[in-house]
């Protein structure tokens, strides 16, 4: 399996909603990561989780929420979005955060609207 | 802060044309290079992995350099298609001590004319 795979693939919520995205891979990789990518914009850094343990955190505001239950899982939690929370967030995963020699590689994402 | 640059921002040929896609970035600092493309809407495909030691990787018609002193990488593509429409991205992977990171360009949309 080389694939990262990422549910639900559309998600509409309100502002006072509370919903979660999965992010999952079995290719033994022990780095996690979240991309928030606006439209016609490159993908920007969320969260990197190294050895299930978070390791970056790109001063993302609190209502965004990660969890790295195992090494094959990646949560993202979300509580009280806003409007302009709405993009595609992005899933990816590496051999390791440190030393890496088979690149990146990405789920096809959630695309997430708040209204 | 790491600044990465493609130009050109767009792009626009005839089917068979080869053609340039540019990335600078300002920081040298880094593990590896890697170029994706993204179709609309969806999530990024892997095209290239280019380690730092290393100067070029090909894969089919993707040539791809690496020049890391002077902050450039180069993505040729030979005779495009309708198909290799699409916006890449290129990507250097960033020293972090712990933890490196994977920092993308503002892209080149690209679209190839039947």
């Known amino acids: 399996d080389t694939e990262v795979t990422q549910t639900p693939k559309h998600l509409v919520m309100g502002m006072t909603n509370k919903k979660s995205l999965k992010c999952e891979q079995h290719?033994?990789?022990?780095?996690m990561y979240w991309y928030k990518q606006k439209a016609k914009k490159p993908p920007e850094l969320m969260f990197v989780?190294?050895?299930?343990?978070?390791?970056i955190n790109e001063s993302v505001p609190s209502r965004f929420s990660p969890e790295c239950p195992n090494s094959s899982l990646l949560n993202l939690h979300l509580h009280a979005l806003q409007p302009e929370d709405s993009a595609l967030y992005l899933c990816?995963?590496?051999?390791?955060?440190?030393?890496?020699?088979?690149?990146?590689?990405f789920g096809s994402g959630t695309r997430l609207t708040v209204v | 802060k790491q600044e990465v640059t493609q130009i050109p921002a767009a792009l626009s040929v005839p089917e068979g044309e080869n053609l340039v896609l540019n990335c600078s970035f300002t920081?040298?600092?880094?593990?590896?290079l890697q170029w994706f493309r993204q179709d609309p809407g969806k999530g990024l495909t892997s095209l290239l992995l280019?380690?730092?030691?290393?100067r070029e990787q090909t894969s089919g018609r993707l040539n791809a350099s690496l020049d890391k002193s002077s902050g450039r990488s180069t993505l040729y593509i030979a005779a495009s298609q309708p198909g290799d429409s699409a916006t890449y991205l290129c990507?250097?992977?960033?020293?972090?001590?712990?933890?490196?990171?994977?920092?993308f360009g503002t892209g080149t949309l690209l679209a190839v004319q039947p």
């Open positions: 280019i380690q730092s030691s290393q």
């Open positions: 990507a250097p992977d960033l020293y972090g001590g712990a933890t490196n990171k994977l920092i």
């Open positions: 290719m033994g990789h022990r780095a």
């Open positions: 990816a995963s590496s051999q390791d955060a440190q030393v890496d020699n088979y690149g990146y590689t």
């Open positions: 989780y190294s050895y299930e343990k978070l390791s």
């Open positions: 920081d040298s600092a880094i593990y590896n």
